[in-house]
């Protein structure tokens, strides 16, 4: 059974940082490309960074140089370090598990993250 626990969200103070963490079960981690996705209330979910089993990374035009997407394999585990917080960043986030040449995805069920003074 394939499981991604996600973990770290909470409330920050516009300009603080949270490290975010997701925790997969179930599936040979090191293959699969992983990735950061987020929902805000009324929005369309969309892409937050992304990082491929070679350590490739791909982030969106808001976070970049903000938020920085690293893997650690022998804990089969992907993180989301987000610094300069504000509250435009308050979302679900949600992490994907994906092995595209198996048409393979998974999705945790996501962790909320809001920012506010």
């Known amino acids: 059974q394939v499981q991604l626990v996600e973990s770290g969200g909470g409330l920050v103070q516009p300009g603080g940082s949270l490290r975010l963490s997701c925790v997969a079960s179930?599936?040979?981690?090191?293959?699969?490309?992983m990735g950061w996705y987020r929902q805000a209330p009324g929005k369309q979910r969309e892409l937050v960074a992304t990082?491929?089993?070679?350590?490739?990374?791909n982030y969106a035009d808001s976070v970049k140089g903000r938020f920085t997407i690293s893997r650690d394999n022998a804990k089969n585990t992907v993180y989301l370090q987000m610094n300069s917080l504000n509250p435009e960043d308050t979302a679900v986030y949600s992490c994907?598990?994906?092995?595209?040449?198996?048409?393979?995805?998974?999705w945790g069920q996501g962790t909320q993250v809001t920012v506010s003074s």
């Open positions: 994907n598990a994906a092995r595209a040449v198996f048409s393979l995805i998974y």
């Open positions: 179930g599936i040979s981690f090191s293959l699969y490309d």
């Open positions: 990082i491929t089993s070679g350590a490739r990374t």
